[in-house]
T-cell receptor, first 113, second 113 residues
Framework: AQTVTQSQPEMSVQEAETVTLSCTYDTSESDYYLFWYKQPPSRQMILVIRQEAYKQQNATENRFSVNFQKAAKSFSLKISDSQLGDAAMYFCAYRRAGNQFYFGTGTSLTVIP | NAGVTQTPKFRILKIGQSMTLQCTQDMNHNYMYWYRQDPGMGLKLIYYSVGAGITDKGEVPNGYNVSRSTTEDFPLRLELAAPSQTSVYFC????????????FGSGTQLSVL
């Protein structure tokens, strides 16, 4: 079975600083996809960034970047220059080369002004 | 674009009642999903579909049923509601291709009392 683990239930960061959210996953597959989703209080799920396992280059999306370590099965999210609007629940997700997505339990990020 | 539309947004059921959560998408996506999100937990997959007429069980299918008679609609049926089904339910559809992403509905808050 595939599992996604987020070991940090809560994190906080000062505005304009950098924070890293951790995610590890367990799989026997070699071809898969990884995602970070953001869920603000509005409850809407918003894609932050995605990474294909076959790509060695870490994905970046403006202030968001990942550190993908395939051998270690680690997929952390770095948020640079944190903004108040970044405050939300962040979910790490995994999709194998089929159709099912698996989500972690989430990390609640607080941004301190 | 409407994207993924879920109805209702809120519902209270009595134990033993039945109801259908509606989900429709206008993006012509083949893949559709139903998730539940319990407090402090990640999203758990209930059922998914890879196209009209095809459905399959996810991680937590017991107590639920789905159908997929059209590409657009993917309703989730709760029979004999139980307090353990109190949760927030999300419907999602997935685009394919190199920029694939999950599109989520706004969620249904269901309480079974």
């Amino acid at each position: 079975a595939q599992t996604v683990t987020q070991s940090q239930p809560e994190m906080s960061v000062q505005e304009a600083e950098t924070v890293t959210l951790s995610c590890t996953y367990d799989t026997s597959e070699s071809d898969y996809y990884l995602f970070w989703y953001k869920q603000p209080p509005s409850r809407q799920m918003i894609l932050v960034i995605r990474q294909e396992a076959y790509k060695q280059q870490n994905a970046t999306e403006n202030r968001f970047s990942v550190n993908f370590q395939k051998a270690a099965k680690s997929f952390s999210l770095k948020i640079s220059d944190s903004q108040l609007g970044d405050a939300a629940m962040y979910f790490c997700a995994y999709r194998r080369a089929g159709n099912q997505f698996y989500f972690g339990t989430g990390t609640s990020l607080t941004v301190i002004p | 674009n409407a994207g993924v539309t879920q109805t209702p947004k809120f519902r209270i059921l009595k134990i033993g009642q039945s109801m259908t959560l509606q989900c429709t998408q206008d993006m012509n996506h083949n893949y559709m999903y139903w998730y539940r999100q319990d407090p402090g937990m990640g999203l758990k997959l209930i059922y998914y579909s890879v196209g009209a007429g095809i459905t399959d069980k996810g991680e937590v299918p017991n107590g639920y049923n789905v159908s997929r008679s059209t590409t657009e609609d993917f309703p989730l049926r709760l029979e004999l509601a139980a307090p353990s089904q109190t949760s927030v339910y999300f419907c999602a559809s997935r685009s394919g291709g190199p920029n694939e992403k999950l599109f989520f509905g706004s969620g249904t808050q269901l309480s079974v009392l």
